[in-house]
Nanobody, 124 residues
């Protein structure tokens, strides 16, 4: 079983950038799909981005495509989410998730392991 801890959240002005990190323990992340999700107040949790074990395949929600970049460093057991051109509607708690890899393309749902989340607030 893998444990996930997110960091890097905070308060930023619209147009700014943040980089979130998710560090895993318990198992190497090299056997997992890794994903980022977010949940805004009063809304359901939604998919943001995902990456396969070799970084050869990534997926993004339409709302963040071109602004966010997911990456991973298996040697450091860490996955990142670089968020640029942030908007107030990006305000949410961001969660890291892991799912045992079973194919080439990472899924947008069905992740088994979750972190506790990190708050991202974008002011206008």
């Amino acid at each position: 079983q893998v444990q996930l801890v997110e960091s890097g959240g905070g308060l930023v002005q619209a147009g700014g950038s943040l980089r979130l990190s998710c560090t895993a323990s318990g198992r190497t992340i090299s056997v997992y799909f890794m994903g980022w999700f977010r949940q805004a107040p009063g809304k359901e949790r939604e998919f943001v981005a995902a990456i396969n074990w070799s970084s050869s395949s990534t997926r993004y929600a339409d709302s963040v495509k071109g602004r966010f970049t997911i990456s991973r460093d298996n040697a450091k057991n860490t996955v990142y989410l670089q968020m640029d051109s942030l908007k107030p509607e990006d305000t949410a708690v961001y969660y890291c998730a892991a799912e045992a890899q079973s194919s080439l393309r990472p899924p947008t749902r069905g992740y088994d392991f979750w972190g506790q989340g990190t708050q991202v607030t974008v002011s206008s």
